[in-house]
């Protein structure tokens, strides 16, 4: 079954680590898009990209970055530089239909949670 | 700046009956807005897209209208059911590029 693998599901941090979430789609989508979630908070785009090789930054890009070598692979680092890292991570894919990918569905992984240790 | 409310307090409703939740927008001109299903510690599932020329959109019991004049979507879940129970997230764009802004998201409790 085609879908988006998200990789560990729960991580630790000691402070002044880098770390980095893996997130693996097999869905041939073109976009990919990382999120934050915080209890009682909306999603917040992180970063996104549209095609390989390039990736724009979301509303709170600051102590995070990404990479995108494959179509298949959108890596997220948190720096050290991150001062409140804990939070629930969501990769999600989509398709770049002509109309854009707003006019398509999501298609999310099961998060990864972080926590400081 | 932009803000999207969705109810904070839990909809607690009969199986059988109509949940309708609400979507609020201010400062905003959406051209796309989604509606999605989150269950606890999983990722969202992509339910509804309604975009801002239409009023109405359906999907076996679930429908979503989308009132550009209110700032407001709504979504109905219709002869709800215990496995409805869940967070429901509306997110809108004002772009074609997929950048969305998600509500926190309101519980809907289905009891038997």
């Known amino acids: 079954d085609g879908g988006i693998t998200q990789s560990p599901k729960y991580l630790f941090r000691k402070e002044g680590q880098n770390v980095t979430l893996s997130c693996e789609q097999n869905?041939?989508?073109?976009?990919m898009y990382w999120y934050r979630q915080d209890p009682g908070q909306g999603l917040r785009l992180i970063y996104y990209s549209q095609i390989v090789n390039d990736f724009q930054k979301g509303d709170i890009a600051e102590g995070y970055s990404v990479s995108r070598e494959k179509k298949e692979s959108f890596p997220l680092t948190v720096t050290s530089a991150q001062k409140n890292p804990t939070a629930f991570y969501l990769c999600?894919?989509?398709?770049?239909?002509?109309?854009?990918?707003?006019?398509?569905?999501?298609?999310f992984g099961d998060g990864t949670r972080l926590s400081i240790l | 700046s932009q803000k999207i409310e969705q109810n904070s307090e839990a909809l607690n409703i009969q199986e059988g009956k109509t949940a309708t939740l609400t979507c609020n927008y201010t400062n905003y001109s959406p051209a796309y807005l989604q509606w999605y299903r989150q269950d606890p510690g999983r990722g969202p599932v992509f339910l509804l897209l309604?975009?801002?020329?239409?009023k109405e959109k359906r999907k076996e019991r679930l429908k979503v209208t989308f009132d550009t004049t209110l700032k407001q979507s709504l979504f109905h879940i219709t002869a709800s059911q215990p496995a409805d129970s869940a967070t429901y997230l509306c997110?809108?764009?004002?772009?074609?590029?997929?950048?969305?802004?998600f509500g926190a998201g309101t519980q809907v409790v289905v009891t038997p």
């Open positions: 997110a809108l764009s004002t772009d074609s590029w997929g950048k969305f802004q």
């Open positions: 999600a894919s989509s398709i770049v239909a002509p109309t854009g990918p707003s006019n398509q569905p999501q298609h």
């Open positions: 869905l041939n989508h073109d976009a």
């Open positions: 309604i975009r801002e020329n239409e």
